[in-house]
Nanobody
Framework: QVQLVESGGGLAQAGGSLRLSCAASGRTFSLYAVGWFRQAPGKEREFVAA????????YYADSVKGRFTISRDNAKNTVYLQMNSLKPEDTAVYYC???????????????WGQGTQVTVSS
């Protein structure tokens, strides 16, 4: 079972940028699809972005399309989420998850990280 650790969260101003990292253990990480999800206080978890095992296929929620970019470096067992033009509504705990399919459905991901807080001030 792959284990995931997120980092890179913090406080940013509206219009600013942050880059989240999802570091994985396990030699087979390159075979997994990875998704980023977020959950704001009082709201349900929502899909943000996903990337296939090779990095060639990517998917984004409409709310982040054009502002966020997901990428991966399989040699480093790491997936990144570059977040630009941040908005206060991006404030949430961000989680990465690994699974066998590149999907927007959180239930299809078997392994989850502990989350990292992102706070965007106006």
């Amino acid at each position: 079972q792959v284990q995931l650790v997120e980092s890179g969260g913090g406080l940013a101003q509206a219009g600013g940028s942050l880059r989240l990292s999802c570091a994985a253990s396990g030699r087979t990480f390159s075979l997994y699809a990875v998704g980023w999800f977020r959950q704001a206080p009082g709201k349900e978890r929502e899909f943000v972005a996903a990337i296939g095992w090779s990095g060639r296929s990517t998917y984004y929620a409409d709310s982040v399309k054009g502002r966020f970019t997901i990428s991966r470096d399989n040699a480093k067992n790491t997936v990144y989420l570059q977040m630009n033009s941040l908005k206060p509504e991006d404030t949430a705990v961000y989680y990465c998850a690994a699974g066998s399919q590149t999907t927007t459905q959180g239930s299809q991901y078997a392994a989850w990280g502990q989350g990292t807080q992102v706070t965007v001030s106006s």
